[in-house]
């Protein structure tokens, strides 16, 4: 173990060119971070490789101190500063993880930070980015995505010559991240056949992926990023990064417009394919002629987010945040080899409890149990009384009535949330209603009524 202050993390040349992304850059990083972070558990997970066929373990990069993988990519590059630079300070822009492991490598060097969050950033994080850096960080909370904090933080660097730590597009912080790959090999006795890595704006796919293909070419990459915001599988499929119009923040720590150019740079060398749909076959033997793995891309709806988050906590205990439980989601949208050996990194654990409530109803809507229709009840008395005996079936529960019009309270349109028994009572449940004189629009999730009424 490394101290902060040996001449290994004190770098007191003038910076020059920033050397590529490498395995053996990985490995010096690996180096570096020993100084803050024992390797993280690789753990068999029971019940995933039942329902699987294969040997899944998860790499517990939300047990670090920082509880995600974000403080490799930090401390590797803000340890290599020179004295001036430190002297300048850092700044950083991040929807949370990344600005977590800033705040912890400027407390751990005494550098100053200034590190820009979006508004939206849930408040357990923003919380444990000020106990982290404490008196050594400024938090700065502005727009409501992460471009626009990354924005502001471009501003503030133009302004006061401190350096910029890029949460992902820079080849020190994808160096860091890459060392959960050098770590994996350390600890399996043999190769894993496929690696699950979620996908943010691309550093950790990076990182991952240049190290498996130097030092462990036959195994098999799958890149899995939420479809609300798959800036990745954009990139790819335009043949370079491009903006994405919006995209749903809900997985704020992998919510990003527009990945960056150095993770592009790495990922797109890989070749493979590109999916965004379910039922993803995906074999871990090597590609026949290439020598190499397979590498694929793929998106996951957000509410199999939450459903995987839901049974993480259930079954193992595990708190995993929207993007951390990315690569499990993605177990189910996938074929596997029986007995092939997988790794899900499960990214980072920052999960604000008072997100639950949401985490529950998108999980509900995503597996058929959870739905919402505009019933419109005639103006008689008895009209509800006969929705619950007629139309409502014996297991199903009413979680939302409320009576659209302000002015009439106790009659006429109403938005009513049903949760159904089994995914199979929707069908009947909307037969009984059509021929009710009680008429029902259900509400697809997808429409804009949808989104505004719920």
Do not use: W
């Not at 080899?337 to 790794?343: N, Q, S, Y």
């Amino acid at each position: 173990m490394c101290r902060v202050s040996d001449p290994l993390v004190v770098a007191e040349k003038a910076p020059g060119p920033l050397p590529p992304l490498s395995a053996d850059e990985i490995d010096a990083a690996a180096k570096r971070i020993s100084c803050i972070i024992d390797p993280t558990p690789l753990q068999r997970i029971a019940r995933l490789s039942e329902l699987t066929g294969a040997e899944v373990y998860l790499k517990r990069e939300d047990l670090t101190a920082v509880r995600s993988y974000k403080l490799r990519g930090a401390y590797n590059l803000i340890v290599q500063l020179t004295a001036g630079e430190r002297a300048a300070g850092v700044v950083a822009a991040s929807a949370g993880n990344h600005a977590q492991g800033v705040a912890f490598a400027c407390k751990a060097m005494g550098i100053k930070g200034r590190i820009y969050v979006p508004t939206t950033t849930p408040k357990q994080k923003r919380d444990r980015i000020r106990v982290h850096g404490g008196e050594f960080v400024e938090l700065i909370a502005t727009g409501d995505t992460y471009d626009a904090a990354a924005a502001a933080a471009v501003d503030d660097v133009a302004r006061t010559g401190a350096t910029m730590v890029p949460p992902f597009d820079d080849p020190r912080t994808a160096a860091g991240q890459g060392t959960i790959a050098a770590e994996i090999l350390d600890q399996l006795d043999r190769a894993p056949d496929l690696v699950v890595v979620p996908v943010g704006g691309g550093g950790c796919l990076a990182g991952v992926s240049t190290y498996l293909r130097e030092r462990s070419p036959r195994t098999a990459i799958l890149g899995v990023e939420p479809a609300g915001a798959a800036s990745m599988t954009a990139a790819l499929v335009a043949g370079g990064p491009v903006t994405l119009p919006e995209i749903d923040p809900f997985v704020d720590g992998a919510a990003v417009r527009r990945i960056g150019a150095v993770p592009y740079t790495a990922v797109s060398r890989l070749g493979g394919a590109v999916r965004s749909h379910a039922s993803l076959p995906l074999l871990t033997t090597t590609e026949s002629g290439s020598g190499a793995g397979a590498f694929r891309m793929m998106t996951v709806d957000e509410g199999a987010i939450c459903t995987a988050m839901l049974e993480l906590y259930q079954n193992e205990g595990i708190v995993a945040e929207p993007a951390g439980a990315l690569s499990v989601a993605a177990l189910r949208e996938v074929e596997l080899t029986p007995g092939a050996i997988v790794v899900c990194l499960l990214s980072g654990g920052n999960n604000d409890v008072s997100r639950y409530g949401e985490v529950i109803e998108r999980s509900l809507v995503h597996q058929g149990l959870k739905h919402y229709f505009l019933v419109d009840f005639p103006q008689e008395p008895g009209a509800l009384r006969r929705f619950l005996d007629e139309i409502l079936g014996p297991d199903d529960d009413i979680t939302l009535f409320e009576y659209v019009k302000r002015n009439n309270r106790e009659t006429g349109a109403a938005l009513v949330g049903i949760e159904l028994g089994s995914p199979d009572g929707l069908e009947s449940l909307q037969k009984r209603m059509d021929e009710s004189p009680i008429r029902g629009e259900r509400l697809d999730p997808g429409s804009p009524a949808y989104r505004y009424l719920t």
